[in-house]
């Protein structure tokens, strides 16, 4: 993860649209970092510290990825919060939360309002008394909220609406896990999805998957096997193939270079890199680039 936020001005058409989308982030806090790390990163209306706490006037939804904390509101008692937990934070309600200084936390957020956010939100679809939702360290989640911020980060045109839909496709996946949490009984399907949530967390710096499986209670030759009975495909293929539709994906959303592409999806080889990206596409990355771009024009 890279850490990144960035505060979204809206104007008069996203306030008839209905739904906006006014901040999104990620960020990566390290065991003992003080938290939030640094208040010249956010507006004053944002930050906050843990004695005092904070009083926002939209709607945010916080997904911890990884480590472990503490979250308070008014109307709650202090909640551990653990990896693969969401978070609501509702207008006009007090809290504040922070990771655990022995572990530290990552976590993904976006902050959204409108007149389509206050009428969902008031169908208790979300409940400001139970603010907190399992949902697993779930890839689908994941995958959307980097899509947000690719989106935010190459800002093409029009795309305050674009947004609106990956926060409303959040949303739904968080409530969809929030109703269905209790039914998943499959351990081993569990284990293979954690695996995959942690692939695609670590496309920007590769990963030794027989580290990543330690992680998991399950032996490297068993994870090989159950993962390609589950997914078809070996877990390194699948990783390879991450990092690939990643690159694809840059190289059509982003002005990068192929360098900086490769770079992005963990790829320290530049020749490695394309070699592998035109095995798999028939193109080289270049080639790939210009071929998109003349589909357009």
């Known amino acids: 993860m890279i850490a990144y936020n960035k505060y979204l001005p809206f104007t008069a058409l996203e306030e008839k649209w209905g739904f906006y989308v006014n901040t999104v982030g990620c960020s990566r806090v390290a065991p003992a970092q003080s938290y939030p790390s640094n208040k010249h990163e956010h507006p004053s209306s944002h930050y906050f510290t843990w004695n005092s706490g904070r009083i926002l006037n939209g709607y945010y939804l916080v997904f911890i990825s990884k480590g472990e904390g503490v979250f308070e ?11 693969g937990t969401c978070f609501f934070l509702f207008p006009g309600v007090w809290h504040r939360y922070k990771p655990n200084e022995k572990s530290g936390w990552e976590e993904y957020w ?3 309002n409108g007149e389509y956010p206050q009428r969902l939100m008031s169908k208790d679809f979300f409940n400001k008394e139970l603010p907190l939702v399992n949902v697993g360290l779930n ?5 959307l909220f980097q899509q947000l911020l690719e989106v935010v980060k190459a800002s093409p045109v029009g ?8 926060t409303l496709q959040i949303l739904g996946l968080v409530n969809a896990m929030s109703i269905y949490e209790h039914y998943d009984n499959d351990p081993t399907g569990k284990l293979i999805a954690k695996a995959k949530f942690l692939m695609r967390e670590s ?3 590769p990963i030794d998957l027989q580290e990543l499986v330690k992680e998991l209670p399950m032996g490297y030759s068993k994870f090989r096997k159950v993962f390609k009975e589950q997914a078809g495909i070996s877990p390194n293929q699948y990783y390879l193939n991450l990092r690939l539709k990643k690159a694809k994906e840059l190289l059509t959303s982003t002005s990068l270079n192929v360098e900086e592409v490769a770079y992005h999806t963990g790829f320290d080889d530049i020749f490695y890199f394309s070699k592998l990206f035109k095995k798999k596409n028939g193109l080289s990355p270049k080639a790939f680039r210009i071929e998109h771009l003349n589909q357009l024009s």
Not at 73 to 83: D, H, P, R
Not at 139 to 143: A, S
């Open 73 to 83: 509101s008014v109307g709650t008692n202090s909640i551990n919060v653990s990896a």
């Open 110 to 112: 976006v902050g959204f």
């Open 139 to 143: 890839e689908e989640l994941l995958m």
């Open 159 to 166: 795309y305050h609406q674009v947004i609106t839909g990956i």
């Open 203 to 205: 496309i920007e710096k």
